[in-house]
T-cell receptor
Framework: EPEVTQTPSHQVTQMGQEVILRCVPI?????FYWYRQILGQKVEFLVS????????KSEIFDDQFSVERPDGSNFTLKIRSTKLEDSAMYFC?????????FGAGTRLSVL | QKEVEQNSGPLSVPEGAIASLNCTYS??????FFWYRQYSGKSPELIMS????GDKEDGRFTAQLNKASQYVSLLIRDSQPSDSATYLC?????????????FGQGTRLTINP
């Protein structure tokens, strides 16, 4: 069964460093999303992406964040200068239209 | 008022009993509703979607929607220890097409053998 693939599973970085979280959505899906979940808190929407551009972004998704679909398969989330409060699970999701399927997530630890 | 509200629990149910999970939402125009299951340290996994008022059954799971009351529920029949997880209620919001999911806090369910 097709699945959303995320790499790495765990990323440890120093505060102020840049990180890139990678996602391979399910083939033929049109809509892509990033969510994050701080430990013990709810899943929060970051950004949605369709037709090679951002559809919507949350207030969390400030200038330090960016997304790209550099080729036909990958979908990346870049955090330019990480802060301690960026430590969270980051989930990528893709959707053909209605149902969103989530990847296993990347645990980002900012030290 | 939170957009999607759930009782965080924990909800403890004996094995074989019915577990009942509830969710309310604030935006009356919402049309699509989802229940996801999340095991500790794992990603959300879709259990059910529901779009129309009434009940929708899938195996041991039944989702119920009441748009007038802005209320969604999930019933799990014949609860099994493997059902122990956090159950997330999500409502779709935003522009047509790339609509985001707005999640509740989740209800932690424990099934006791």
């Amino acid at each position: 069964e097709p699945e959303v693939t995320q790499t790495p599973s765990h990323q440890v970085t120093q505060m102020g460093q840049e990180v890139i979280l990678r996602c391979v959505p399910i083939s033929n899906h049109l809509y892509f999303y990033w969510y994050r979940q701080i430990l013990g808190q709810k899943v929060e929407f970051l950004v949605s992406f369709y037709n090679n551009e951002i559809s919507e972004k949350s207030e969390i998704f400030d200038d330090q964040f960016s997304v790209e679909r550099p080729d036909g398969s990958n979908f990346t989330l870049k955090i330019r200068s990480t802060k301690l409060e960026d430590s969270a699970m980051y989930f990528c999701a893709s959707s053909p239209h209605d149902i969103q399927y989530f990847g296993a997530g990347t645990r980002l630890s900012v030290l | 008022q939170k957009e999607v509200e759930q009782n965080s629990g924990p909800l403890s149910v004996p094995e074989g009993a019915i577990a009942s999970l509830n969710c309310t939402y604030s935006d009356r125009v919402s049309q699509s509703f989802f229940w996801y299951r999340q095991y500790s340290g794992k990603s959300p996994e879709l259990i059910m979607s529901i779009y129309s008022n009434g009940d929708k059954e899938d195996g041991r799971f039944t989702a119920q929607l009441n748009k007038a009351s802005q209320y969604v529920s999930l019933l799990i029949r014949d609860s099994q220890p493997s059902d122990s997880a956090t159950y997330l209620c999500a409502v779709k919001r935003g522009l047509q097409g790339a609509q985001k999911l707005v999640f509740g806090q989740g209800t932690r369910l424990t099934i006791n053998p």
